[in-house]
């Protein structure tokens, strides 16, 4: 039926670190959470696959531009090797062909705007590349915006707070407005909390956070406040629901590895809803970024997502809402 649109995955980073270290490893088949195969049974429609920069990590080894290009050309290579399966897309006339034709669609995105180094010619570069969203930070503070205090041990995020008083900077501005202008999807995912209310009250058409939950039921600080929940909502904007433990149940609250459930998905879905109606609510399981520890185990498992909305009473309308009619309806309207 192809009915999942999942806006984030960091599976072609996965690809060619492990590449990197000289595995064998590709989107056909792999060990990964997410590959053609997997997608397939789990029915989707499309995945935005990130470009993601790892700015701790890489700075000092190479410049931050050319990790994100390197990633693109594992995105590129391997997605263009499967035509009759994936369909690479840049407008939401694409999925459309893609759909009819059959296939899956790929949409490319960027995770950690340090890539751009501060230059609005190297954004417009990415953007010809194909990039349709875009974060303003990951975990570091960069030349556009400040993220929240996240203290990090490697991946492991440590130390957590909001930051309130540091927002975008006079470039990040500059950013917003060329993206609105190009047709790239604002994405406030990993912005600190001042940063996402610069956001809400300077953006003019729809933006998103690709894979945030949502804080009233977890107090991460990758979390939305029902206040921001709210913001997204008024401006059209659609959340991506997470999967990963840390952002679905406080880690206080697990007892054991599996005592984070597809059950509290479906709990951080109905809160959105409840604070920002049916529209603002979409998926972002951040597969291949996160150890989910529970039912869906990969790609592959989200009809076990779908059974339990089902089971906790939604109807066949709001569940394709959910699961991709929301975030279709931005991208056309944005891309």
Not at 158 to 170: I, K
Request: overall charge negative; hydrophobic content about 40%; charged content about 25%.
């Amino acid at each position: 039926m192809m009915r999942i649109a999942d806006m984030h995955c960091d599976t072609i980073y996965e690809i060619y670190e492990r590449r990197a270290k000289g595995e064998e490893c590709g989107i056909l088949e792999n060990s990964l959470h997410i590959d053609l195969g997997k997608m397939k049974r789990g029915d989707y429609l499309l995945q935005n696959f990130a470009l993601f920069v790892p700015k701790g990590d890489i700075e000092g080894k190479m410049p931050l531009p050319e990790y994100a290009f390197r990633l693109a050309d594992v995105f590129f290579t391997e997605m263009r090797k499967y035509p009759d399966q994936i369909g690479i897309v840049k407008s939401y006339q694409d999925i459309e062909e893609n759909r009819k034709k059959g296939r899956m669609s790929a949409m490319l995105t960027m995770e950690e705007g340090a890539a751009c180094e501060g230059k609005l010619e190297y954004l417009r570069i990415f953007y010809e590349l194909g990039v349709r969203m875009f974060t303003f930070t990951w975990n570091h503070p960069t030349e556009l915006a400040w993220p929240n205090h996240v203290i990090m041990h490697g991946f492991q995020a440590g130390f957590c707070e909001p930051d309130t008083e540091h927002g975008l900077t006079e470039k990040g501005f500059e950013f917003l407005e060329e993206m609105e202008r190009i047709g790239m999807i604002l994405d406030v995912s990993h912005l600190g909390d001042k940063g996402i209310y610069d956001v809400i009250a300077h953006a003019k058409k729809p933006f998103v956070a690709s894979h945030s939950n949502a804080r009233a039921l977890c107090g991460h600080v990758r979390n939305l406040t029902d206040e921001m929940i709210r913001g997204i909502a008024q401006k059209g904007g659609v959340i991506g629901m997470n999967f990963a433990p840390a952002f679905l149940r406080d880690e206080k609250d697990w007892g054991s590895p599996k005592a984070v459930s597809v059950e509290d998905v479906v709990r951080h879905i109905r809160h959105m809803i409840q604070v920002g109606g049916m529209e603002c609510v979409g998926l972002g399981s951040d597969l291949d970024g996160c150890k989910i520890s529970f039912e869906i185990e990969s790609a592959a498992d989200m009809p076990l997502l779908i059974n339990c909305l089902e089971k906790n009473g939604f109807t066949a309308s709001q569940i394709d809402k959910i699961c991709f009619e929301n975030v279709l309806r931005l991208y056309k309207e944005v891309l």
